[in-house]
């Protein structure tokens, strides 16, 4: 059984403690946070134990890897402590809000073998591996464009919002990774615009966008746009598009359930979308954690590392610099 401690006890980190007590192969070594009501309560309901101190968690017998899901400016810091801890870890995106600090991490671990996964969830929903395996396999011929659209149920609240990172780092960054997971290319070239339709005072109060579309280039030419949006009244908008010279393959929506109506006057009237990213994504959640536990037993490196993560930031620091100066940025300037 492969013992691990989950860092952040919000609601990601919950999520995650549940699913790692219920794997048959993982164990609940215990949890962590800052604000010790919620490592508490979440110790008790899970029978598992609460550290002291992240120190705790790191310097512990007990602990085999650890799962970090506490605020982002935290990320780097706990991957480089888990590192020197010989302890594999899986953390949430991003890593950090900095591409310096990014790169900094990247050198105080540089030559390390061990295990560093990055929690781009999406990379495990069975329809978008679907999608990316039919790419690979060849089933839609040559690979000419991808379409991602993301959109949220609602805006976030404020607080959240000021300490974000702006959509690009914080929302867009998941599309990213899936851009680069589908288009299996290094991006070469960055077009990305910005509107405030949603909150227009609060996204100018923070030099944000809630509205955004970006276009992704490859060396080759191969082609990925991706949409997003704060606030869809439908519901959780999830849905990945892959054109090629011979077919298209599409991971569509998930509905509550996929019963439809048709009658008179209205035809494949359906039920509402699965509310928000842990239940349209919530077995995606669970094979995330069974490839966390899958690389560690076996001594492999996990499919999404760290790389994986320095490369989307990457990403999105483009688009920022591309809204910024009305064009497009070549990934290049970024290094």
């Known amino acids: 059984m492969l013992k691990i401690a989950v860092l952040g006890c919000g609601r990601i980190g919950r999520m995650h403690a549940e699913n790692i007590a219920r794997h048959p192969r993982a164990e609940l070594a215990g949890v962590y946070d800052v604000f010790e009501p919620a490592a508490a309560e979440l110790a008790e309901k899970l029978g598992a134990n609460r550290f002291a101190s992240a120190e705790a968690v790191f310097a512990s017998d007990a602990v085999d890897a650890v799962l970090i899901a506490t605020s982002t400016p935290t990320h780097s810091d706990f991957i480089e402590q888990a590192v020197a801890a010989r302890k594999p870890v899986l953390c949430e995106k991003p890593i950090d809000l900095s591409l310096a600090r990014v790169e900094a991490c990247a050198k105080a671990i540089a030559g390390t073998d061990v295990p560093i996964m990055l929690g781009f969830v999406r990379r495990f929903d069975a329809g978008h591996r679907a999608l990316r395996d039919a790419v690979r396999a060849g089933r839609i011929g040559t690979l000419h464009q991808v379409a991602i659209t993301s959109r949220d149920p609602d805006l976030a609240p404020e607080s959240y919002i000021a300490e974000s990172g702006g959509i690009f780092r914080d929302m867009t960054i998941h599309d990213f990774d899936m851009a680069r997971f589908v288009l299996d290319e290094d991006i070469t070239e960055v077009t990305a615009m910005g509107s405030r339709f949603v909150a227009p005072e609060m996204m100018a109060k923070y030099d944000d966008y809630d509205t955004i579309t970006v276009t992704l280039k490859t060396a080759s030419g191969k082609q990925a746009v991706i949409t997003n949006s704060r606030r869809a009244v439908y519901g959780y908008d999830q849905r990945v ?5 011979a077919g298209m393959a599409l991971s569509d929506n998930c509905r509550l359930n996929n019963m439809q109506l048709s009658a008179a006057d209205y035809t494949g009237q359906g039920a509402a979308l699965q509310n928000f990213f842990i239940d349209r994504y919530d077995a995606a959640f669970a094979a995330e954690i069974d490839a ?23 990403l999105a620091e483009a688009a920022v610099l591309s809204v910024a100066e009305g064009r497009t940025v070549h990934t290049s300037e970024l290094g």
């Open 292 to 314: 966390f536990v899958d690389a560690v037993e076996n001594g492999q490196r996990p499919e999404v590392g760290f790389e994986d993560g320095r490369q989307a930031l990457l």
């Open 241 to 245: 598009e892959a054109f090629g010279d």
